[in-house]
Each structure stands twice: as C-alpha cells, then as structure tokens.
C-alpha cells in the first residue's frame, strides 16, 4: 500500500480548490491558477498507468492548445504515443475532484484493488511543456504527484505536443523491431528531415512558405529544425514572439485563422504567396492564400486529408502495390464538399466518428492506410503493421515502381503516426506540392467548400444534450431532432446538427448550405431552436 505521510505532506503543497474538474477530450484545460492540485493529482495517475503498464513510459504534456496564454492544461500519453486509454479518464477526472487526503488514499487503494495494480513495480514518466509562463510550476507539481509512488521521471522541458508523443513511443519501442527513432527532439528533426529530403530529391524547390507560429512553441521548435532541413525547404517565420506571453494565439495561429476564416496578424499576405498557421502547441495546421481578387481561400483539416489521400492512392497504384487500401476518416465537422470528393472522386472509404483525436485515431487504425484530419487542421495518417510490412519488402518491376516504393517509405517515416502533428503535416503537404509542382491555388481546386458556420450557444445545461450517430443526430431533449430535420429540409445541400461542446461550457450549432446567405439563415433558425 502507500505511504500516506508521504503523501499528505506532498498533497499539502498542492491544496483543491472547490472547483469540479473533468479530464475531458483534451484532457484538463482551464485557467492555470486552478490547475495546481489538478496536476499533481494528475502525476499520481501517471504513476499509476506506468505501474500498470509493467513500467513502460508514460507522456505528460502540459498545454493549453490554441487557448489564451493564461490557461493551461495537462494530457497524459499512452506508451505508443496515443491519448490516454478512454477508460483511465473517468480516474483522472475521480482523483481530482477527491475532497480530502483520505479520499485520494481511497481512490488510489480502490484503482489498485480493481486494476490489479502491482505497487512494487517501477514507474517512469516524462514531461514536455509549451512556451506559457505558468508550465514550469505545473511541471513541479505534476512531479511531486510522482513522488508519492516513487516514479522515476524525466524533464524534456520545452517541446511541441507531438514532439512529447514522439519521444514516448522512441523511448518505448527502443531496441525493438518496432523502434520508432532516437527518444530526443534532435533525433526527431533527423527522422523528418531525412525523409522529406529523399521526398523532395531532384524537384524544383517551391517558393518561400509563409509560416505563423502563433506566437508559440512552434516558433523556437521550427528555428531549430530548419537547419536540418538544409536547402530542402524555404520557410519565413512569423509570430514568433514567445518572450511575449499575452502575445501567445492571438490574433494569430490555425484556430484564429480557421474560425475567423482570416489572415493572422503579423502577416502580409499577396496573391503570389502560400501560408500556414500553426495552433499553440504545434499540432494542428492549416494552409491558406489569396486569390488575385484579394479574396482569402483557407485550406483546412479537411484539405489536407483530400490532398494527402489523393497522393498516397496514386503513390500505391505507381508502387505496383495497390492491395494497399486507403480510409479516410472524418469528424461531422467535415465540410460536406470534402466528403463528396473523397467519396465519388477519389473512390475512397469515408467514416464519420465523434469530436476527439482518439476517435479518429481509432477508427483510421481499420484501414491499410488511414488518413484522418479534424476540418481544424488535427490529423496525420497511420500505416497498418502489414502494410508497413508489405511496403518495405515490395521490390518493384521497374524503375518508376522503385521510385514510388522508396517515396511510400520516405512518407511513413516523414508522417508523425502517433498524433496529428503540425511540422510534420508540413512536409507532407509540402511534399505533394513539390512533387506536383502546384500552387496552393491548384490544390484547392479539387473542390468547392461548401459555406458554413459554427455558432456557439450558451445554454443552461449543455448536459442534457444527447447525440448519436457519431454526433450527428440529437436524441434528447426529445422532439428537436425532429425539428431540426424540418428545417434543414427546406435549405438545397443543407446540413445542420448540434452537439454539446467537450471542451467549452457551450452546445455548437454546424449548418452548411448552397450559398452563404442560406447557410448563415439556417444556422440562425437552428441555433434559435436551441436557445
Ligand atoms: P469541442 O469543444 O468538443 O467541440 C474542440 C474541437 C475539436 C477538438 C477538441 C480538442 C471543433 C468544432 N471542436 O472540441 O475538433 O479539436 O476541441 O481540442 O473544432
Ligand atoms: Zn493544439
């Protein structure tokens, strides 16, 4: 059992708050000074699933994403480099909200008991943490939650969120037939680096990109990795002031740019240039320009997927290998358009599954090939074990094939396949664009977004919101399904549905339509049907 002086006296510098917390699709987010006990209750666990777990090493990152600079938040990563176990959640969310030194003894007694968690065995955990001010005192509190059971931990300092992912899965796969690389940020940028060079060989270099950083850790991280990726690639920085807290997403990075559908701040943009926004932690990306009428074009999650799952379906088929069968997989936030394309011009399997990185990830582990992105600029693709297999033993009957073969194991490797990663999402798109020689422009013809809007409405309980159907139809409160449908009938290409928020005290109401004026009418009406 444990020692609960140890304990006591170490939970006595990290006193609760009366709040309620719930360790939720992005873990625990909220204003940092509220997370202090939070966090170091959230080191226990990991000590916890790291016992569990033989040992292995878990990830813990400390971000708040895309929100402002004084919040904060703490997501812990499974060995493979995934989102923590589903199930694991409801114990972060129970050790946190324990209301006395006894009840944290309990708890942890109770998941030992019923987990069949052997105490004994060793724990080791390590830490990333963004650019904010408040990362380096949560870091200390989440390592005197470690202290309580003994775990062994190891401090990474500044990292973006995949680079975190990354190492964990390095550091768990080392000396293995599975190893992923070298456990350290250096050995990362030598992975990516190397791959996107063999991806690039011998194609002309395509214009500066344009790269808003959101004022964040992708900023420093980037810097670093450009000398890696030597001539390959020209990228011009902006946003990059992380010396500058207030500063951190705003105005600026993917989120800014995806909701407002507009250029950050700190960037000046003209017809000839292609851009990118990066969210605050560097794991979320989206590509925009202008059009030569000043308008401005976005090129999101949903982009990326239809451009990424365009190129591997023809790399497959170059390859001479296309038993190969790409998925793509999507959230009901995808624009309508993309599913089309995906569908009927591509030829390839779509599913839809709820809001939530580990959902997506899930699902796109069924194909051969999966590529998933959430429309906010999330996402990567995963290769099977078997089509990994069947990709690094093809051979190829003629040069073109070889070529293709090398450049299919060039993307597994350039693709961060534990969570959607922003650079390198990067190199992929800048990959396909190089080989195709096109312009953002180019790539956005493949379809037409449809217009669409996402309104947040504050309701007095989000909770009694209930939904099916990957979130796409209510079944409580019961009747406004029914209503929504009536309405959504009457709009050419309609499509609405509303769901309560994870991450934010709101239900969001998503509506698309044939022109921009039905589209903002119908998400007035259902939005009204709401309030
Ligand atoms: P919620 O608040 O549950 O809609 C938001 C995003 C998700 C995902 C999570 C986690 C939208 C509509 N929702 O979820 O896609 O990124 O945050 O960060 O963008
Ligand atoms: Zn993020």
Known sequence: SINVENLSALSAKHPKPSNTFTYGTAGFRMKADLLDSVIFRTGILAALRSKKLDGKVIGCMITASHNPAADNGVKLVDPMGEMLEGSWEAHATALSNAQSDEQLVDYIHSMVNSLKIDLTKPANVILGRDTRPSGEALVNAFVDGLKVLDAKSTDYGILTTPQLHYITRCLNTAGTPEAYG?????????????????LVDGKTK??????DCANGVGAPKFQEFLPFLGDSISVKIVNDDIDNAAKLNLNSGADFVKTGQKAPVGLKMTSQDRCASFDGDADRIVYYYQDEDGTFKLLDGDKIAGLAAMFIIDLVKAAGIDSIKVGVVQTAYANGASTQYLRNTLNVPVSCVPTGVKHLHHEALKYDVGVYFEANGHGTVVF?????????????????????IRNLRALSEVINQTVGDAFSDLLLVETILTQRQWTPKVWDQAYTDLPNRLVKVVVQDRSIFKTVDAERKLVEPA?????????VLKFRDGRSFVRPSGTEDVVRVYAEAATRSETDELAHRIGGLVY
């Open 206 to 211: 395509l214009s500066p990109l344009i790269l």
């Open 384 to 404: 099977s074990p078997s089509a990994l297999k069947t990709i690094y033993s093809a051979e190829g009957s003629s040069p073109a094939q070889a070529v293709a």
């Open 479 to 487: 009747g406004l399904q029914e209503a929504i449908d009536a309405i």
């Open 182 to 198: 070298e456990p350290s940020a250096e050995g990362y940028y030598k992975k990516l680096a190397s791959a996107f060079k063999t």
